[in-house]
């Protein structure tokens, strides 16, 4: 692969500092854009909130990474909280957007690796889906929407601009599995709900590879759905996670409980969701962990990738 200088928004966050780590590794230029004074020159201060990016920044980038966003599980829902969700989304992707719209094409990045969310497409039910799937209804839905929506400038200019729809990756450390580990390891592990709702996992791995080979493939743009080849039921993840675990994982969390934890968040995470990585495997993508055992097995510190 080309190494790339690639300025990156977002990086902090879970996955964004497993990326910029893995990219770094694979000889790349990682600048990062900050919301406080920069403190070295890998770092350029930006304000998303009021639009202000400094062009030359973008000039010297080859690629454009934002995944840029407030935790959508971190707090309760409540009105404000669901502003930030949606305008720390927009905002950023605008921002960027617009700055690479401005410039001369020649001064261009070539690529805008945008995130995303499979919230795009709302409750499938058992309806399997790819990227041709209309937007679904609900919160997130809109959300995605209209974050999406925020990076046409940069798309309009001739920007290759891929919209990275991710799914739950999966590491013990962050995301989805963080805070269940610790129940499941005590016995507690539950399956949520009915347990009948597709959950589209990915292994963190094959979340971080899926993003260099958005990098390298100049062919692939638009909407990318980055989750595994084969979603599993709540059911069939609970059970899974508790055999990695060799742990038992009998219980049930009614949705009724889930609504007094969580708030309007719980009728997200008891969406059914059977998303498809369709762009990714007729681009001939090979995953690691192609199957959720596999994922699991992956993400506690049992490496077993798939034989290529």
Partial sequence: MVTMRILMAGASGFLGTHLAERLRSSG??????????????????????????????????????????????????????????????????????????????????????????????????????????????????????????????????GVRVALMRTGLPLDQHGGLLKPQMPLFKLGGGAKLGSGKQWVPWIALTDWLDAVEFLLERDDVSGPVNLVGPAPATNAEFTRTLGKVLHRPALLQVPGIALHVALGGFADEALRSQRVLPGVLERAGFAYSYPTLEAALRAAVGEETPAVA
């Fill in 28 to 157: 790349h230029d990682i600048v990062r854009l900050v919301r406080r004074p920069a403190s070295g020159p890998d770092e350029v201060t930006w304000q998303p909130s009021t639009g202000q990016v400094d062009p030359a920044c973008l000039v010297a980038a080859d690629a454009v990474i934002n995944l840029g966003g407030a935790g959508v599980g971190d707090k309760r829902w409540t009105a404000s909280y669901k502003s930030l969700i949606r305008s720390s989304r927009v905002d950023s992707t605008g921002t960027l957007a617009h700055a690479i719209r401005k410039l001369p094409a020649e001064d261009r990045p070539k690529v805008l690796l945008q995130s995303s969310a499979v919230g795009w497409y709302g409750d499938t039910g058992d309806r399997e889906v790819t990227e041709e799937a209309p937007a679904g209804s609900g919160f997130l839905s809109d959300v995605c929407r209209v974050w999406e929506a925020a990076a046409r400038p940069a798309e309009d200019a």
